[in-house]
C-alpha cells in the first residue's frame, strides 16, 4: 500500500474516487466516536460530570457488587484515591455539589452521598452522618499579593465588599477581585457561615464550580481573593496559590485537629438507613488506618480509625469537628 496526498492504492491498482474516499473517512469517524463512548462507559462517566470508576491495590476482602458515591467536589479527589486503592467491588465516584450529594443518600440514586458541609436540621432525616476526615478552608491569594493575614472581621468585609482596595487591609492599592464558589457548594456554605454571618457575599465576585477553577482564577490574577479546601493547597502546582493566616492562624494539620485555625469542617459521608454488605464494608475501609492514611496523603486531617465491624462513627473526628458550629456564631455576633 502506499500513503500520500492522492490516497491509499487498492488491491486492483486503481486509486480510490472522492466518493470512495468520503465513505471511509466517515465511516472511521464513526468507529472512533464508537470507541471514545465505550472508554467514557468504562471509566463510569468521567468528563464533564466529574465521574470515575476504579479498583485498586487494597481493601478488605468482601462480596460481589459495587458502591457508587456522589456528591462535594472538596470531597471527590479524596474520594477517588480511596476507589483506586480498595479492591473489594468497583467504586465509582461522581461530584455535583454537596446538596446534589445529600439528595442522592435520600433518593437512593448513590450509595453514598458526599456532603463538605453539615447538614441543616431539614436534611438529617432517614440519613446516618459518617465524619470521614476533616478539612480546612484556606484562604487564597495570588503569591505576588503581600498580604500574609487577614482577621476574621477583615475578611467579612473583602467578601461582602465592603472592602475595595488591598491599600485598606495593609496590601498595595490594587482593586480586590473576589472569587467565591457556586450555590450549593458545601464550601461556600461553610464560608458563609464561619465568616460571612448574615452578610451576603458580594454581588459582582467571580463564581466557578469546583476549587481547582478557582485555585486557577486566583493563580491568574494578583488581586483576586479566594477560598478552597487545604486539599487543593498542592505543593509544587502549576498554578500555585498561597494560604494568608486567619486570626493569626495559618491552616495546618495540626491547627485544624486542635480547633485553633478557625475555618474547619468536618467531611460526611451520608447513607439511608439501610445500606448493602458492600457499601457497608467499604465504609469500614475508609475509617480503617489504610483508608485514613489516605486521608494524611491528600493533606487532609485524618479522624479516630474504626476498631470494629460497622462504619465511621458520626462525629467521631478530632476536637476540631466538635467545635465546627463555635466560630459561626462568634462570627455572626461581631
Do not use: K
Amino acid at each position: 500500500m502506499r500513503d500520500g496526498r492522492h490516497g491509499t492504492t487498492g488491491g486492483a491498482g486503481r486509486r480510490p474516487t472522492r466518493w470512495t474516499r468520503g465513505r471511509r473517512l466517515a465511516a472511521l469517524r464513526v468507529a472512533a466516536l464508537r470507541l471514545a463512548a465505550l472508554g467514557a462507559v468504562a471509566i463510569g462517566g468521567a468528563g464533564a460530570a466529574g465521574g470515575c470508576r476504579r479498583a485498586g491495590a487494597e481493601g478488605a476482602a468482601g462480596g460481589g457488587g459495587a458502591v457508587t458515591l456522589a456528591g462535594s467536589t472538596s470531597l471527590q479527589p479524596l474520594a477517588e484515591r480511596w476507589a483506586e486503592r480498595y479492591a473489594a467491588v468497583p467504586v465509582t465516584v461522581q461530584a455535583g455539589g454537596s446538596t446534589a450529594g445529600i439528595r442522592a443518600a435520600r433518593d437512593g440514586t448513590a450509595d453514598v452521598g458526599m456532603s463538605s458541609r453539615p447538614l441543616a436540621a431539614d436534611e438529617r432525616a432517614g440519613l446516618r452522618e459518617h465524619t470521614v476526615a476533616i478539612d480546612g478552608i484556606a484562604v487564597v491569594v495570588h503569591p505576588r499579593n503581600p498580604v500574609r493575614a487577614l482577621t476574621r472581621a477583615q475578611l467579612r468585609d473583602v467578601f461582602a465588599g465592603r472592602v475595595r482596595s488591598w491599600r485598606l487591609v495593609g496590601g498595595p492599592d490594587w482593586p480586590v477581585i473576589v472569587v467565591t464558589r457556586e450555590d450549593g457548594s458545601g464550601t461556600r456554605a461553610t464560608f458563609e457561615e464561619l465568616v460571612m454571618g448574615e452578610l451576603p457575599i458580594a454581588g459582582d465576585a467571580l463564581v466557578t464550580g469546583f476549587s481547582g477553577g478557582l485555585r486557577r482564577m486566583v493563580a491568574d490574577d494578583p488581586r483576586a481573593i479566594g477560598y478552597m479546601t487545604i486539599s487543593q493547597l498542592l505543593p509544587g502546582a502549576r498554578h500555585p496559590v498561597r494560604a494568608v493566616a486567619i486570626d493569626g492562624v495559618h491552616p495546618a494539620e495540626g491547627s485544624i485537629a486542635s480547633g485553633a485555625y478557625p475555618l474547619h469542617r468536618p467531611l460526611l459521608f451520608l447513607t439511608g438507613a439501610r445500606t448493602s454488605a458492600a457499601t457497608a464494608a467499604f465504609l469500614q475501609w475508609v475509617g480503617s488506618p489504610a483508608g485514613q492514611a489516605v486521608v494524611r496523603a491528600e493533606r487532609l486531617v485524618p479522624v479516630p480509625t474504626t476498631t470494629s465491624a460497622g462504619a465511621v462513627a458520626p462525629g467521631a473526628a478530632s476536637p476540631a469537628a466538635g467545635r465546627a458550629a463555635a466560630p459561626a456564631a462568634a462570627s455572626t455576633a461581631r
